[in-house]
Each structure stands twice: as structure tokens, then as C-alpha cells.
């Protein structure tokens, strides 16, 4: 079989790519391993995927060059997402932070998705293996269904993350049978686990939950904190997972937004008698109010603590110190941090400079967003900018 355009990866940037590609009158063949397209749209955002965010800023992805994706998101903006999703008729609604949410299911995007490469007249495979791509002249992409031989090929096969979707790392391999170089990957967006001699005074605050900061040098994060049978997790643990390394130490403040010195002042006035879990209850829930206290060294009820002593205890819910032992891993992780090198690709092209017509796009490449719909952005965005030249 002969076609202009291979994709490989009907994620995201794959079906955008294949929209905007066939749209230009390109014969298009999308290929993928999964029974269905777009899998990890479908599991996103709680089943309402998080599809884009109002704040779309360089500082919001990480990447070796953090300029790199500037180029594809200027060119196709959340806006130019969220009008295609209003043609649709799909509703949505701002969750917070600017994270935009179906009010609905996620499978109203795979839908309007579907419905648009279907116009275009892409071709789908589907649980169809991918098992290598050569280039002689045309580039022959071997499958599970046979050769097939495109002008172009474009990439779209994600990273690591959830395998039990199939997520293998097929993507780098491509890369590098071309001699293009791939960055250290590593599980990004996933919750963080403990030692355990740091994790057993823990495990009675697995569920315990707060609205705190979690921060690494000046890099830090305002959401959810949430405590688990392994470690820590929740939104802010998350987004701090992206910058942390092992043996670095992370700052909790566990009651973002209140003063606990002062509160705790303000009651050993009023209310001296109270023991001081009784007090820290009512800046923290009760489990870890408990486990403060213990860990304080403080005895006797409030009014036995002078200041210092209150600010120490203070200290221990705006500062909590925790030095993670590593993280759940791809099992659990969002996304995949690192990919094809940046140095590699055209900006604005996201096509191979030492190899014309082979192209990169969403989370292969080295750029990883933020939780919050930056990562289904990038995918937006870069999977738009292959599909007008590929």
C-alpha cells in the first residue's frame, strides 16, 4: 500500500495531525495497536478530559529548550481549540486554574475527533502492531496488516506512561534508528513514594487530604496534597513531581492561605486549656493534627507553650520537610518526561532536520506541560503545525 501521510498514534496529537493533513488533501493512514482511538483522551479529567487551560505560558512546560513549543502553541491557541470544541456543541466549564473541562464525557472530544478525520477522509488502523520504519526513497512502515510506503511519517506514539494501554517506548526507538538524539525520560506527573521508616508514622493519614503548597527551590505549587498508603499524591504533589529528584527534599505548607502561629497564638488566649492536636484541628484535619503534635516534641496543653515553642509548631504546618524515595512510576504517571531531543526538530515544522519528511509531535517530543490541560495543548498544537506541512 502507498499513501502520502503514516501516522503513527491516534492520540491527540496524532488526530489532530491527521485532521489538519487530510483537510489539505493529503491521503492519510493513521495507524495504532489500541481497539479505539483516542484511550487516553477517554480516561482524562475523571472521564470529562481536561482538554486545554486559559493560561497557556512557555514557563507552564518543561523541557531542555522551554522555547521550543512557543512556536506551535502562538500558531494554534487554546481559543483556536475551544471554538472547534464549541462548533461541536460541546459544553465545557472551567474546573479552576483555567483548566477547562467537558461538562459531559470525554467522548464527546474523541467524537468531534473522529467526526473531523472522517470529513478529511483519513484512513484508520486500528490493533494494528507497528514494527519498524526504515527509509529507502519512500519510508516503508512495517505493520501487523503488512509494508506500507508514505512520503511522510509522523509520530505521535506518546511515552511511557499507563503501559496497561500499551504505551511502549516505540516512539524513542524510531528516533534513534534515525540517529536522532532522545532525552533522559522519566515518569512526570505521578504520585511520590516514601522509605518506609519515614512512610509507618504516616500510614494513618492514607486518605488525609489538605489545600497546601508544595515546593522544590522556587519552584512550588498551591492544589491538593493528599497522603497515601505509599507516599504523597494529589494535584500539588503532582505538579512537583516534574522537577523532583531523588534525594531532594520537598517544603509542604499544609495550610495554605492561613496564619497558624497567630491562630494558635490567638487560642492559648482564648482557649488555653486545649490540648494541642485539639488546636492544630482547627488548621489542619484531625489525623494530621495528631501526627504534628506527636512529631512537635511538645508536651502539656496550649498555655504551656511560650511563642517560640508555638512558632516551632507553626513551622511544622507551613514547612513539613520530606524527602521522597521515588514514585509510583509509569504505572501511574500522567505523562513522560524527556523524549526526542528539541535540538532535533524544525519549531515550527516539528519535523526532523537531519531526516525531511519524518515528524514528531505531542508527548514523544521533550516537552511536558503542567497538569491542567497543558499537555493536551502541546498535543493540540504540535500535532496542528505537522499537519499543515507534512
Not at 497557556?56 to 487554546?78: D, G, H, V, Y
Not at 483556536?80 to 472530544?109: M, N, P, Y
Not at 527509509?135 to 506518546?158: H, W
Request: glycine share 12%; hydrophobic share 45%.
Amino acid at each position: 500500500m502507498k499513501t502520502d501521510v503514516v501516522i503513527l498514534g491516534a492520540g491527540a496529537a496524532g488526530m489532530m495531525a491527521a485532521i489538519e493533513a487530510g483537510r489539505r488533501g493529503r491521503s492519510v493512514l493513521l495507524i495504532d495497536h489500541a481497539k479505539a482511538v483516542g484511550e487516553k483522551i477517554r480516561i482524562s479529567g475523571g472521564g470529562r478530559c481536561n482538554f486545554t487551560n486559559l493560561d497557556i505560558r512557555p514557563e507552564c512546560f518543561l523541557s531542555q529548550n522551554q522555547r521550543f513549543a512557543l512556536s506551535a502553541l502562538k500558531r494554534f491557541t487554546q481559543w483556536d481549540f475551544i471554538a472547534r470544541v464549541d462548533q461541536a456543541g460541546i459544553r465545557w466549564h472551567e474546573k479552576t486554574l483555567g483548566q477547562l473541562f467537558c461538562d459531559g464525557s470525554a467522548r464527546e472530544i474523541i467524537a468531534m475527533l473522529q467526526a473531523q478525520m472522517k470529513d478529511a477522509g483519513v484512513t484508520i488502523w486500528l490493533e494494528t502492531e507497528i514494527h519498524d520504519v526504515a527509509q529507502d526513497g519512500l519510508f516503508r512502515i512495517a505493520t501487523g496488516r503488512g509494508v506500507v510506503e508514505a512520503e511522510a511519517v509522523v509520530v505521535a506514539t506518546g511515552g511511557k506512561s499507563i503501559p496497561k494501554m500499551g504505551a511502549t517506548g516505540l516512539g524513542y526507538r524510531i528516533a534513534e534508528s534515525f540517529g536522532l538524539p532522545v532525552t533522559e525520560t522519566r515518569p512526570a506527573l505521578v504520585p511520590l513514594t516514601l522509605a518506609e521508616q519515614v512512610l509507618e508514622p504516616l500510614k494513618p493519614l492514607a486518605g488525609t487530604a489538605v489545600q497546601g503548597h508544595a515546593s522544590l527551590g522556587s519552584q512550588g505549587f498551591d492544589e491538593a496534597i493528599l497522603f497515601t498508603h505509599r507516599g504523597l499524591s494529589g494535584p500539588a504533589i503532582l505538579q512537583i513531581s516534574s522537577y523532583w529528584r531523588e534525594g531532594e527534599t520537598l517544603r509542604l505548607d499544609l495550610a495554605r492561605g492561613q496564619d497558624a502561629g497567630a491562630l494558635l497564638r490567638d487560642l492559648r488566649g482564648r482557649e488555653g486549656r486545649i490540648a494541642m492536636r485539639t488546636a492544630l484541628a482547627r488548621i489542619v484535619p484531625e489525623k494530621l493534627a495528631r501526627h504534628l503534635e506527636e512529631i512537635s516534641g511538645l508536651i502539656g496543653n496550649l498555655a504551656d507553650q511560650n511563642n517560640a515553642r508555638l512558632d516551632h509548631l507553626a513551622g511544622l504546618v507551613h514547612d513539613y520537610a520530606i524527602t521522597p524515595v521515588g514514585s509510583e512510576g509509569y504505572r501511574t504517571a500522567e505523562v513522560t518526561l524527556g523524549g526526542v531531543s528539541t535540538d532535533a526538530l524544525d519549531a515550527r515544522r516539528m519535523e526532523a532536520k537531519a531526516v525531511p519528511g519524518l515528524f514528531f509531535i505531542g508527548e514523544v517530543v521533550d516537552v511536558t506541560g503542567w497538569l491542567g490541560g497543558y499537555n493536551f495543548q502541546w498535543a493540540w498544537s504540535s500535532g496542528w503545525a505537522a499537519g499543515q506541512v507534512v
